[in-house]
């Protein structure tokens, strides 16, 4: 016999865990973009908040059907990725490191009031509602267990591209070393778009998944894309394997502070634990004391 | 030299006489706004100039702003001892974050990210304390009736401009103190190499600190200003990572390697926000930020000095070449 309180505390673990899925995907996308273009996407969420209203308008106003649309955004994203590179990004390369992190904020205002102006303030939702799946008392939204799985099997799919075929050895590679992989013949610029447009392929997935679960607004960036970055600094910027523990270890901070209080709490607590991390591993979690 | 001292003295002559000649509520209101921001701008440029490039200024000035306002509704302490407070508070928050930060050799895209953390964090606290912050709907000090010094509340808009004249340039005077000091060459030979500067014996830690602190008290005072001046101060317009980036995106606009850089940029964002609003009404919801946003791609792409300091520079060159 469990204990109320237990049953509770349970499924707030399983919904972190729910929860973190998620966010390693985030996380995997943003790292993507470190570890091999070496600059920080701070307008990333502001992708994926394109992307869901893009899942809203194909939705509600064309009537496609759910697995129809998201394709579509998953491209529609990727594309932006890209372009964002071709026209932010690219003629930014040989700046300052601030300067590209300055450039991509202001892609953030320029997406947000982008938003503003063409799909007003009021917040939107899909009008799908998932059923909620009862097991014994506790109780999880089938929206997290699809968002969950879909995400698993999205970074998995990224893993193979990664390891197994001639563009994303290249990716790896260049990662390792930018210079000297243009020496061995690899076109870098080409490699620097395919890595964009596969990072915004994931913010796009994201927002396939995220728009399940919340309603879009112009701001709705504003409420994981920070929660994203601290992942991504808290399991050492480009390394993958970090952002992925960083995103559960997060994930169960928020969801059970949030059982103790109110959700703000969670979140206050995930940015102290993170504040508190970065002076007892600066380098990320899994890094090596030098 | 002296030249250059007689034109600051009559520039500063004219701005203090500005509000007994013209009165207009409106403009003077939009002119106490712009020094206000100004000020806020100009002390994230003191240490952004040096590439320590902070997203956590939102939260010194929510700090400074909520501080200020929380202990006087709730235990009658005057601004006149609850802005020192704050700034006490301000500081206190800035050293537990930027200690291990300079100490553990957090720079450049980290130390960006840390301290969003921290606009992040103050973000949260006030809304999470909505019983006693009033949340995310925003916050007002108590009012007395009329002006009244001891509760810092002026009815009088020239009040308002006067101090707000006097921090804008104290800010500008700290600005100038910091470009002469030895802490600048220490600064900028930590922006270079901090292992190089830490062996030509600059204690690096210390010197990051130093600024770091200043920066944060500045902008925490500016904070309560606008606090005390709007009587109304709410998540959105006193902290979190949105005030951050505006802060950074004036004071890169305006230019940050000169005095004036700042104010340039306050000026020039805050009439554009103006224009657009009475220019479209209700409608400009959202195009202000657009036009900052391409703007701000802009610059950093085709001026990184900013108008102001791309201006001197095209002025100075001639002369050098």
């Known amino acids: 016999m469990l204990e109320i309180f237990d049953i509770y505390l349970l499924e707030a673990v399983i919904n972190g865990i729910l929860l973190g899925g998620v966010l390693a995907l985030l996380a995997l996308g943003l790292n993507l973009i470190f570890g091999v273009i070496d600059v920080t996407w701070i307008c990333y969420a502001e992708l994926v908040m394109i992307g869901m ?184 910027l480009g390394n993958f394997v970090g952002g992925f523990v960083a995103a559960f270890l997060f994930a169960e901070i928020i969801s059970l502070g949030g059982l103790f209080s109110d959700l703000e709490w969670g979140y206050v607590l995930a940015f102290a634990f993170f504040i508190l991390m970065m002076f007892i591993r600066p380098a990320g979690l899994l890094a090596r004391r030098s | 030299m002296n030249q250059r001292h007689i034109l600051i003295a009559v520039i500063g002559a004219a701005l203090v006489a500005l509000p007994f000649v013209y009165r207009d509520p409106y403009h003077l209101h939009i002119l106490v706004l712009i020094l206000i921001w100004s000020f806020a701008y100009t002390s994230w440029s003191v240490m952004g100039r040096f590439g320590l490039v902070s997203l956590g200024h939102g939260g010194f000035m929510g700090v400074g702003a909520y501080v200020t306002v929380l202990l006087w509704n709730h235990l009658g302490i005057s601004p006149w ?122 204690n690096v830690t210390f010197e990051k600190l130093r600024i770091t602190v200043i920066s944060a008290l500045m902008t925490a005072l500016a904070g309560a200003l606008y606090g005390q001046y709007q009587m109304f101060i709410s998540p959105d317009t006193v902290s979190g990572i949105a005030v951050s980036l505006q802060m950074v995106f004036a004071a890169v606009v305006g230019g940050i390697y000169v005095a004036l850089g700042p104010t340039v940029g306050a000026i020039i964002t805050i009439l554009l926000a103006e224009i657009l609003r009475i220019g479209f009404g209700t409608k400009a919801v959202g195009w202000d930020n657009l036009v900052y946003g391409v703007l701000l791609i802009l610059f950093i792409i085709f001026l990184p000095k900013g108008i102001l300091g791309s201006l001197l520079a095209r002025l100075k060159s001639p002369t050098k070449h």
Not at chain 2, 96 to 116: K, Q
């Open chain 1, 53 to 236: 209203y893009g899942m809203y308008y194909m939705v509600q106003y064309f009537g496609m059907s759910y697995y129809a649309a998201a394709p579509i955004a998953i491209l529609l994203v990727a594309a932006l990725g890209a372009l964002l590179h071709f026209l932010v990004i690219a003629p930014l390369l040989d700046a300052a490191p601030i300067n590209q992190l300055l450039a991509t904020g202001g892609v953030l205002f320029v997406l947000q009031s982008f938003a503003t102006v063409a799909f007003g303030i009021d917040f939107r939702n899909l009008g799908i509602r998932l059923p909620i799946l009862a097991m014994g008392d506790m109780h999880f939204s089938y929206s997290r267990l699809l968002a969950f799985g879909a995400a698993l099997v999205g970074m998995i799919a990224v893993y193979i591209f990664m390891t197994r075929t001639f563009t994303g050895t290249a990716i790896r590679a260049i990662s390792q070393d930018r210079q000297i992989m243009a020496l061995m013949g690899v076109d870098t610029k080409k490699i620097y778009i395919y890595t964009s447009a596969l990072g915004g392929a994931l913010a796009g997935l994201a927002a396939c998944l995220l728009v399940l679960q919340y309603d879009v607004h112009p701001f709705v960036g504003l409420s994981f894309g920070p929660i994203t970055f601290l992942i991504c600094v808290l399991g050492g």
């Open chain 2, 81 to 202: 001892l609850g802005i020192p407070i704050a700034l006490v508070c301000a500081g206190a928050l800035a050293l537990v974050v930027a200690y291990p930060c300079f100490r553990f050799r957090i720079t450049g895209h980290y130390f960006a990210l840390v301290t969003l953390a921290l606009s992040g964090i103050v973000l949260q606290v006030i809304t999470a304390t909505r019983d006693y912050t009033g949340g995310s709907l925003g916050y007002t000090p108590e009012r007395t009736k009329g002006s009244h010094i001891l509760a810092l509340q002026f009815d009088d808009k020239v009040v308002w401009y006067l101090i707000a004249l006097g921090v804008w340039a104290a800010g500008l005077l700290i600005w100038h103190w910091v470009d002469r000091s030895m802490s600048r060459y220490a600064m900028e030979a930590i922006s270079e190499d901090e292992d190089a500067a830490a062996a030509a014996g600059v």
